[in-house]
């Protein structure tokens, strides 16, 4: 069996994950380790192409913008969950243009663009999709926010369980832990 192998079947005496505890964290053994920032947020939402496009052009429904007004306003609008790459809306916005759904004003760095004509017919007639767009990424928001908080105070009463337990608490433990695992997985299964 390769040696650096670690399953929760095979961990050393300190506990679970390897010889530093839960994951990679520090010394003590709690912190950062689920996931790349612990059990800060997950970090921003991926979103389709299309959930770009739309958030483009509800965003210029309202005034015009440059290319980083609108990914500063897709992020204070998600409440930092979703912050879309440059990558992926200047594409967008010449994609846009080309489609004679905005058009460009001014030049260089201080290119803003505003819905044409034909835009604004569109933006009319996919009111609820635009809508749609902004509507999920609170509700995703939310209900990160809500798991992140019950993982960080579940850890926390681990944690004490590892340094002020008797061997019969850690037991009781570990048999509620397996339990609520499977039941997570079950919730999953659904």
């Known amino acids: 069996m390769n040696s650096d192998f670690r399953s929760h079947e095979h961990q050393g005496p300190r506990g679970f994950g390897g010889p530093r505890g839960f994951g990679p964290g520090g010394p003590r053994g709690f912190g950062p380790g689920f996931g790349p920032r612990g059990f800060a947020p997950a970090g921003p939402t991926r979103k389709r192409r299309g959930d770009v496009r739309l958030a483009i052009l509800s965003l210029l429904a309202e005034n015009p913008s440059n290319g980083y007004g609108v990914i500063k306003t897709i992020a204070e609008r998600s409440g ?27 030049e260089g760095k201080r290119t803003e663009f505003q819905l044409t004509e034909a835009g604004r017919t569109y933006v009319t007639e996919h009111a609820d999709h635009l809508e749609s767009v902004w509507a999920s990424s609170t509700g995703q928001a939310e209900a990160d926010a809500g798991l992140h908080e019950s993982i960080g105070k579940l850890m926390g009463v681990v944690h004490q369980f590892r340094f002020a337990a008797t ?24």
């Open 80 to 106: 930092g969950n979703w912050t879309p790459s440059p990558g992926s809306v200047y594409p967008t916005l010449q994609q846009l243009v080309d489609e004679e759904l905005i058009e460009a004003i001014g």
């Open 167 to 190: 061997d019969e608490q850690r037991a009781a433990a570990v048999t509620k832990i397996d339990e609520t695992r499977r039941a997570l997985y079950g919730i999953l299964a659904d």
